[in-house]
């Protein structure tokens, strides 16, 4: 195992900007996202706690042996308690991005990409993030406080766990113009970051199946909460 010039982990939720943030660290750093997911995602619905050493040196049995120098992934914002645990070098990226926003990507990914075979890993993974428990079917859509209260709960989370000297929080949108800043607080050269514009992908949102005026209501409501909490404003 290589003594890490850099070690940083991307905690935020899934379509925040994971895979963006890894991309941009790919060219010039060892960098991936969502690696070794499918063991991760075994592990995760083992229910195992976050201080049981069994499961800490699992995690760390599937990620030193990647040796990377950025981990962008969903799944690291799920282990992070385990993450700041084993790794004391390491820093954490958050990328956040405002509710309604995300809310709509999320439906829209549901919606566009495909459903998720029943009792697939990725199916109870879904349940267990917005329901709170492990099921087999993932595809339906969730309400609004299910969806919301997840995002508020992850990105919470996060910012209790991670001690503020080592997170640096990003909003998904100014994910170029934070470059210089993510360079700083990684101690790089912000030469060897790219900029996320250059890996944007073919995917375009659709419609919202959702009341556009109900979920503005109820996501400035968890923003709100979110501000209280944390002193991050939108």
Partial sequence: MRDARLRAFGVGC?????NSLA????????????????????LILTGAQAGDAEFRAAVRGLLDPLDLEMNASQLNGYIVETLVALYP?????LTIREPAGWVRSFANHQLTRGELARGSLWARFRNLRFLGEDRPDGNALYTLDQYLGFWLSHNLNVLGVVP???????????LDAEIPRLA??????????????????????GATPFDERELAAVATQYAARFTQVSGIGF
């Fill in 14 to 18: 899934a379509k925040t900007g994971t």
């Fill in 23 to 42: 991309r941009m660290f790919a060219r010039d750093h060892r960098s991936a996202h969502e690696p070794a997911k499918q063991a991760l995602l075994e």
């Fill in 89 to 93: 070098d390491a820093k954490f990226v």
């Fill in 164 to 174: 503020c000297e080592r997170l640096l929080v990003v909003r998904t949108e100014h």
């Fill in 184 to 205: 700083e607080f990684l101690a790089i050269d912000a030469a060897t970051i790219a900029p996320a514009r250059a890996n944007e992908g073919a995917y375009r949102e």
